[in-house]
């Protein structure tokens, strides 16, 4: 990714606070599928892929990002086959939905009334849209799991704590693939949102925070 991309992505994820991000509140949860994988494959192995994943899926966002901001994006990486995958992918969707016009990108938050941070991906309300990347594999779309649907009520919480004025009571995930172009959409509405930011993220973000202070 070029350096324009990452500049703006470390000004975007500082914070001053040491409030926890979404992300690091919902690592408390359990993953099955993930303890299974680890436990099929070798330590080395899953730490390299993971590794992998996490600078595939930063450098796609970074792309994602540029492509919002100047209608174009240079992709620059080691990955590039996934980036250029995923970055077609985003394309589709905008043409799929024509109606959404992307003006807020990479918007980081912090949220006094409940205590965490976030990035969001592009708050534009009245929807906010939140951005995966996955593994298409043989299927064809890549899947969208239950985590995502409380990091995006999340978010959705987040944004309208800090903007009463202007509210969002719609969210949409949209997972782009990095081995094939293909993407897959979830819609959320008020109630789901509701639903899983008390039920979910509030006991998580309570379960974090005795963790940290009884360390």
Known sequence: MTSKGAEMKRKHRQYENKLASVTQVLSVLRKMGLEFWFK???SAFC???SNKGKLVGRQIH?????????????????YAGEVENALNSFINW?????DIKLELSEVALTSEKYGFNGTIDAPNPPVLIDW???NAK???????YDEHLYQCAAYV???????????IEEAMIVCFAKDKV????????KQEIDDCFNKVFLPTLSIYNYQKETK
Do not use: H
């Not at 990002?65 to 992709?75: F, L, M, N, R, T």
């Not at 043989?138 to 969208?144: G, L, Q, T």
């Open 40 to 42: 099929a494959n070798t």
């Open 138 to 144: 043989d299927n064809d779309f890549p899947k969208i």
């Open 157 to 167: 919480y987040l944004w309208n704590d800090k903007n009463p004025d202007n509210q």
């Open 182 to 189: 293909a993407y897959n959409v979830r819609i959320m509405d």
């Open 94 to 98: 905008k043409k799929d939905y024509p």
């Open 62 to 78: 970074e792309a994602i990002e540029q492509y919002i901001v100047e209608g174009s994006c240079k992709i620059d990486s080691e």
């Open 132 to 134: 995966k990347t996955g």
């Open 47 to 49: 730490n390299a892929e």
